[in-house]
T-cell receptor, first 112, second 112 residues
Framework: DSGVTQTPKHLITATGQRVTLRCSPRSGDLSVYWYQQSLDQGLQFLIQYYNGEERAKGNILERFSAQQFPDLHSELNLSSLELGDSALYFC???????????FGPGTRLTVL | TQLLEQSPQFLSIQEGENLTVYCNSSSVFSSLQWYRQEPGEGPVLLVTVVTGGEVKKLKRLTFQFGDARKDSSLHITAAQPGDTGLYLCAGAQMFGKRQLTFGSGTQLTVLP
């Protein structure tokens, strides 16, 4: 158990819908990272927040957005969902901006 | 964009055999990490190598970082069924925000 929690574990929805994925980092960690893992693209970095502020952006679509709240938990919002958005979404956390990342168990999103 | 290529993509071996997984790039990384991921779980960090030419051992696993810090290898001696999983390498950028770039992974199956 990494100490990072993600909810829900599974999510099934339809095209065009919007979903929110939630992540609670390890106690004391200030950084939260979001990744997408699909069969054809592998593990892709989406975005990083540090202490409530966006720090780095990767291959995140404009339909996707994230935020980190004062209690340091984070949410990833995915809107106008497409079939190709079906993937595993992982959250990771680290103590500081560049520290070792500890991954949560992931949310499996299926878009029908 | 920094790319990390892993080989082989799939590896199926018998218990007791040795194996090596390779992670190659044309880019230089400040550090390189190896993760193992099991079905339904997030990646778990195995090791971080930082210095060119560095060799780290973790029981039956030996990790090496290339002299030029562009490549790495993971060698497993006397593989066991418990070693089965997806092995991912990830390189941290040399400069800037030190984002991780993940390789495509090597799916290892060790047969009893």
């Amino acid at each position: 158990d990494s100490g990072v929690t993600q909810t829900p574990k599974h999510l099934i929805t339809a095209t065009g819908q919007r979903v929110t994925l939630r992540c609670s980092p390890r106690s004391g960690d200030l950084s939260v990272y979001w990744y997408q893992q699909s069969l054809d693209q592998g593990l892709q970095f989406l975005i990083q927040y540090y202490n409530g502020e966006e720090r780095a952006k990767g291959n995140i679509l404009e339909r996707f957005s994230a935020q980190q709240f004062p209690d340091l938990h984070s949410e990833l919002n995915l809107s106008s969902l497409e079939l190709g958005d079906s993937a595993l979404y992982f959250c990771a956390s680290s103590t500081n901006m560049v520290g070792t990342q500890y991954f949560g168990p992931g949310t499996r999103l299926t878009v029908l | 964009t920094q790319l990390l290529e892993q080989s082989p993509q799939f590896l199926s071996i018998q218990e007791g055999e040795n194996l090596t997984v390779y992670c190659n790039s044309s880019s230089v990384f400040s550090s390189l990490q190896w993760y193992r991921q099991e079905p339904g779980e997030g990646p778990v960090l195995l090791v971080t190598v930082v210095t060119g030419g560095e060799v780290k051992k973790l029981k039956r696993l030996t990790f090496q970082f290339g002299d030029a810090r562009k490549d790495s290898s993971l060698h497993i001696t006397a593989a066991q069924p418990g070693d089965t999983g997806l092995y991912l390498c990830a390189g941290a950028q040399m400069f800037g925000k030190r984002q991780l770039t993940f390789g495509s992974g090597t799916q290892l199956t060790v047969l009893p």
